[in-house]
């Protein structure tokens, strides 16, 4: 995913730094992605998978609303690298582990169409982006990509996301309204 960056980087907003510069940004999310993706494994056999997919699609989201104001390397470095690096690692673990939770049978057949569907939902967003140019610049429709992006996590969370710790699979509606009956 980071090869779109890194060649619009090159050639319009980080023109003066050397492709090696730039390449730091995409290794040190791919580290943070892995990296991170093992340390949320015993919190999701924990319980807690709905904790990691919200601190997920937040630092997934902020970090890519903040890489469309950004203006120098360095923010760029925090934004991209860190911010949506750890975000990512936390989305990992779940999006990968869950699946075997709700299927008995052809569980390779469910994980091969998620990983499928994952790396569609990578790219496509951005070869649209990038493939035209628009008079805002890139920043408005980036935005626009991560309003987006970031309600289908964050209502798949709230709404039925189970762990190994959970018990039986309880219905949407039951979930959500132990969800809301537990607030008040």
Not at 92 to 113: C, D, L, N, Q
Request: with cysteine; net charge positive; hydrophobic share 45%.
């Amino acid at each position: 995913m980071f090869g779109v960056y890194q060649t619009y980087y090159e050639s319009h907003f980080l023109s003066s730094y050397s492709p090696s510069a730039i390449s730091w940004i995409g290794s040190i999310q791919a580290f943070l992605l892995m990296f991170v993706g093992a340390a949320t494994g015993p919190i999701y056999d924990a319980g807690y998978a709905r904790e990691i997919v919200y601190v997920g699609t937040f630092a997934t989201v902020f970090g890519t609303m903040m890489l469309s104001i950004c203006s120098q390397y360095w923010q760029i470095l925090l934004a991209q690298a860190i911010s949506v690096g750890l975000g990512a690692g936390c989305l990992f673990v779940p999006s990968v582990a869950i699946i075997s939770t709700y299927f008995t049978t052809k569980i390779a057949t469910a994980t091969g169409v998620a990983a499928m569907g994952s790396g569609l939902g990578t790219v496509l967003p951005f070869f649209c982006l990038f493939s035209q140019r628009h008079p805002l610049g890139a920043c408005l429709p980036g935005r626009m990509v991560m309003q987006v992006g970031s309600s289908i996590p964050s209502c798949s969370a709230s709404s039925n996301l189970k762990s190994a710790s959970d018990g039986p699979r309880a219905s949407l509606v039951s979930s959500c309204s132990r969800h809301w009956l537990s607030r008040t």
